[in-house]
């Protein structure tokens, strides 16, 4: 059975990362509104000025600025200081080239790549109908792409670099969340688009518009409220149950695709979204299966980590 404790915290967690993605949604529409008028370093390093607004959101009593900086693993530290920096270049890249709905949909392999990282690295259990899931989802991406079909470009490129980095910073908060403070984590992100996209800004750098800062601002806000709830949402649910909550982006897309982009979703699209939804609905469904146990949450800290572990220990193993 599933303890009723575990199951709450679970469900918080699933609750909060879809609060996340849609503020993600939003900030994604907000730097695909500047059409690609500046560079994509520039425009994340810009949004990266901005989402320097969460530091105070996560900074608990007793934590200094220079938590920041120090963390209990400094190789997986810089990982996710290099993999938020791709991952930010080449959404912005994807939004600026593809339409929403199509972005998303590649930028939907993240939960795919979650699954498959935390078996290798987090050496999670996953069954058969997790697996299948996976399966279903690259299927529905490849009805997308319809590789030899038609002609893909750097946006495609850019958007599978955005779920392959966003899932290698999952799994890295997750492998070391239990002893590292949330600024630390959060900090290696916003460090890493800053530093890395700082300097590749230069060649080409722009002076924004009125417009354009407006537009930055709400990148760079939003993605700082959806990084601060998708933290939140690790305390409380796996790597593998909050991955699929991203499908939800997916109606935000069309919305947004639609009504301010005029794009449209063809036949072969929508079969592809149907698909790679459908994975994401057999992952949830799999982890919610009555007398399967949750694994084991993350905590942020020793104070979160007390009131999880004993439940965790508790459970029996998968």
């Not at 279903?136 to 470009?153: K, W």
């Amino acid at each position: 059975m599933i303890e009723p404790k575990g199951a709450d915290q679970a469900f918080k967690g699933v609750m909060l990362a879809f609060a996340a993605f849609a503020a993600y949604a939003f900030s994604d529409a907000s730097v695909k509104m500047i059409h690609g008028a500046l560079s994509p370093y520039q425009s994340s390093f810009i949004g990266a000025v901005f989402g320097l607004a969460g530091f105070p959101f996560l900074m608990k009593p007793g934590d200094r600025i220079t938590d920041a900086f120090r963390t209990s693993n400094r190789a997986l530290w810089l990982l996710r200081f290099v993999a938020q920096a791709a991952g930010t270049i080449g959404s912005v890249v994807a939004f600026t080239h593809l339409s929403m709905a199509e972005a998303f949909v590649l930028i939907f392999l993240l939960p795919c790549f979650v699954t498959i990282m935390s078996v290798v690295f987090l050496k999670e259990q996953v069954g058969i109908k997790r697996w299948s899931a996976v399966v279903i989802g690259f299927v529905g991406t490849l009805i997308v792409l319809r590789p030899g079909f038609r002609e893909l470009s750097i946006g495609h490129l850019g958007a599978v670099f955005g779920g392959l980095s966003g899932a290698i910073s999952i799994i890295c908060y997750r492998a070391i969340g239990p002893t590292e403070k949330n600024i630390s984590m959060y900090s290696a992100g916003v460090l890493g688009v800053l530093v890395i996209c700082g300097v590749l800004m230069v060649a080409d750098f722009r002076i924004p518009t009125s417009e354009q800062w407006l537009y930055l601002a709400g990148f760079g806000l939003l993605a700082a409220l959806a990084a601060i709830l998708l933290m939140k949402a690790a305390n409380y649910a796996p790597a593998a149950m909050i991955g699929p909550t991203q499908y939800s982006q997916m109606i935000w897309a069309v919305l947004f695709g639609y009504l301010v982009f005029g794009d449209h979703v063809d036949l072969p699209m929508l079969l592809g979204i149907l698909l790679i939804c459908g994975s994401g609905l057999l992952t949830l469904q799999r982890e919610r299966v009555r007398n399967v146990p949750l694994p084991v949450a993350v905590a942020p800290d020793a104070q979160a980590s007390a009131v999880i572990a004993p439940e965790a220990s508790d459970q029996p193993k998968a």
